[in-house]
């Protein structure tokens, strides 16, 4: 009795076939990107010997000890109300009227024993080398809402577009044109030298400490 042939698979096609489902899954697939805390160096300033001094009622202090507790000007508070809270000390405008420091959009309470002017309120944090990487991240988020908040309202102002929504139209590539892009950073600029973010961060206390 005669053997059958074994029929072959014809797989020529099957390297083309795995090269255009590989491109396929390239082009369609997204790639997640790890959050973080965008901050940018102060600028290289010479070297002197005077001392900077920072009046009290000018330094915002927040402080999160071991069990993610929030201690904001050695007061205990909530999460959800340290932005307001931060909002309120970077335009309080306490500087009196006709001062050099006067500021004159600021819309807070101007309480004279409170900061003098956004250019001058420093907030400070310092976390415990315990604290939570969880809830150091939203401490961060919620005093950079404060900022955020404050810039939006005065590009709001001034050019009726939001300074959070400038940013995000520049770095997504939105802005066509390089005098376009010059005079949208020139009024990001603008905006940041009224609400300049002065966010600094002690060192780490040692638990128990």
């Known amino acids: 009795m005669a053997r059958r042939a ?12 795995a090269f255009l489902l590989l491109i396929f899954f390239l082009v369609t697939t997204t790639i997640e990107k790890d959050s973080g805390i965008g901050r940018q160096l102060p600028p290289k300033e010479p070297p002197t010997d005077e001392q900077v001094k ?38 309080n405008g306490g500087a ?13 309470s101007r309480n004279p024993e409170s900061s003098d002017n956004p250019d001058k309120a420093v907030i400070s944090v310092q976390n415990d080398r315990l604290t939570s990487y969880k809830m150091y991240i939203a401490v961060q988020n919620e005093l950079v809402a404060a900022y955020n908040y404050l810039r939006d309202r005065e590009s709001q102002r001034l050019y009726g577009w939001k300074f959070t929504e400038m940013t995000k139209d520049l770095d997504e590539g939105k802005i066509k044109g390089e005098v376009a892009k010059e005079q949208l950073q020139e009024k990001l600029q603008t905006i940041q030298k009224l609400f300049p ?13």
């Open 6 to 17: 074994t029929p072959e698979v014809n797989a020529g096609s099957m390297a083309d076939i």
């Open 197 to 209: 973010q002065k966010l600094s961060e002690a060192e780490p206390k040692k638990s128990g400490s």
């Open 96 to 108: 009196p009227a006709g001062s050099p420091e006067y500021c004159d959009y600021c819309k807070g």
């Open 54 to 91: 920072i009046k009290e009622k000018n330094l915002f202090i927040v402080n999160v000890n071991r069990e993610d507790q929030l201690l904001v000007e050695e007061k205990l508070m909530d999460l959800k109300d340290l932005r307001q809270a931060a909002i309120e000390f970077l335009d």
